[in-house]
């Protein structure tokens, strides 16, 4: 088995980006499948141009994109991406699309196919704080995970796929005040242990998981 | 024009629910526009029920429900509904689904076709904090709003329609610690601006409002 | 009996002091009281100068400074200031003391003498969030607290005195995210009610308002 | 130089104290000081009573006294122990003080006469998350630091003694919902950077890093 898995470039001021610097850290190998890494710019379709020429490359069987999101407390596998780019930054490309649909001919929205309770579930049994996420919001992150939903949806029906947000790390909050972080290790190691629930589960498990608002 | 506006009963433990003192408070005419209040029962499917019952007796042009969101900061006009119910805790009538669809037939997710930024910017200009939410969670207020959308979609396609989220009031957050709360009359007061913002306005405005996450 | 209540003028940046502007709104008697109001510049050294002027004029039995707490969710009465300077930011008339003592012949903190747990305990059976702070901070609120309490263990050992913190109002959140306020009418609801439980109260109740940290 | 080290062990329904687990991964020389560990009850008085018999035993130059603060984002050293005992929750021998003094004849408070800035700058630079607190509570730990500092003052004058809060870690948070945690790797190192600034600070640094409130 293979996984493809993507953090993006730094963005928003900021020197890093947490997820691609937790991607690098993954070994080669989880699970049994193998680990392709890939960092994805954080601009408005350009991403989704290259997502899809590394799908095209790689043919993974399994596709996670992996985002920073700043001031969460846990590392959170979203559910489901909307077909919409409201951006209240420019992008890396000084883009900044409001209220645009990312495909014309998208569904209003896509649910992850990945087994995102069992994700969340192993990332806690090894005790990284995780859980749940119902919105990715509508800036970059959103806007890869529906492309990518929608690549699936409409090309590459074998491939499951989702998106994970992280935290800041540590060295992002010391001029912040009141801001969460995690170690970059540990968001390293959440996001070994999501992949290996991804690979060794088809189906979703039944968890109460959901939010109130 | 005809507004309907509904608010939940109480749920969770809590004695009270800010979204129906609210919507007992408006005026009976806002904008021109004549007022029908009407509170649901935060009950999966007999909300949807009783929602499409007082639309076929009322014919409102525009319905909009209302729902408390404890530990959000502001109101908050929700965006869109998805397709699922997910209960952390059981309804009114201990119900708690887990992953399943609201219609089999629906659509993964509806979009609000109300002006959800010209109802937070008239809020926000009468001082009353407001914001754009991408997530209406998935419990009953969720569920509430995709049914809205659903029937909106594939009924009452003249209806304009969504959903609002108001905080915890004071007397709420007595005996909780670092919770945010709002005074019902401001409640009441946003709630009244976003009603005059949707009766005025066909159309949405643009305005930047995106979330990153 | 006569109550003196300050509030300072608008600092960083703000427009207004919700700590004024909820005085301002007190009623001139309140439990048999005569209410004294009084506004004080948010500057080092003047800010006590004048509160000491005005209690030579008005000789209150009881004197309470109160002042803005932007963050904090409810309204806390303060227990206790310590002797030292430490601005983050400038005052009103540009100082910035760091780490400097409010009075060399001063004590390394005083206690209020005002009954703190039952001017919390009054305003939360009146529904405002109310709790006991163990930190008034290091800029001109503490620094007036100190002096006040310096200024009634060295020459005015009849009066009892203190200090309440108020939240921003809703109008001072609108552009900020993520921030707790309170409608003015609740904060001077709030204040009213500290200043009936300090009138009627010699001695401080027994309750259980500690902080572990 | 000698540098004595404590941490408390588990309350609160907690089952480990990251206090203790971080005091337990240092080195046993830094910065050329050597490293004395001790684990200390979290009990009124009793824990007053351990620390005085180390010091005796082991007469340091520096004590520091660490203790957990759930609910912190980063490390904190304090700046300052008030006179009080306010227990909101028993302590770990069912002790429940309620607005007593710990020492009769001591001062109102005492502040830290450790480098505290110096600390926090050293930590910073380290890329660890911290800050200067105003407030150690009026639990166990706000107890001994006062208990400390009142030693200090009245028989230990060559000693110089505080405070450091340190955050849950991911492992306590699982469960718990937007609620910061740091590595405990990363406390570790927090306080093995404090403890070098505090063996080689004899004075403290001029820094802005006051709190407003």
């Given at each position: ?78 559910r489901v991406a909307i ?26 929205a896509?649910f ?22 119902n ?79």
């Amino acid at each position: 088995m293979k996984v493809l898995i993507t953090g993006f470039d730094p963005f928003g001021g900021e020197k890093i980006n947490p997820a691609w610097e937790a991607v690098k850290k993954l070994d080669d190998n989880i699970a049994g499948a193998k680990i392709i890494k890939k960092q994805i710019p954080t601009v408005f379709k350009k991403s989704i141009d290259i997502l899809e020429k590394t799908i095209e490359d790689e043919k993974p069987d399994i596709a996670i994109c992996v985002g920073q999101a700043g001031g969460r407390y846990n590392i959170t596998v979203e559910r489901v991406a909307i077909n919409i780019d409201d951006a209240r930054i420019e992008d890396n490309e000084n883009n900044q699309p409001i209220d645009e649909p990312i495909y014309e001919d998208g569904e209003n929205a896509y649910f992850s196919n990945l087994p995102i309770k069992a994700m969340v579930k192993e990332m806690r049994e090894n005790n990284i704080p995780a859980s749940v996420s119902n919105t990715a919001g509508t800036f970059v992150c959103n806007h890869i995970m529906y492309g990518l939903l929608y690549l699936i949806n409409k090309k590459y029906s074998n491939i499951r796929g989702g998106f994970i947000h992280v935290p800041f790390i540590p060295e992002q909050v010391i001029e912040k005040k009141n801001a969460p972080s995690m170690a970059l290790d540990d968001i390293a190691k959440g996001l070994h242990f999501a992949i290996k629930a991804a690979v060794e589960n088809e189906e979703d498990i039944q968890m109460t998981e959901g939010k109130i608002c």
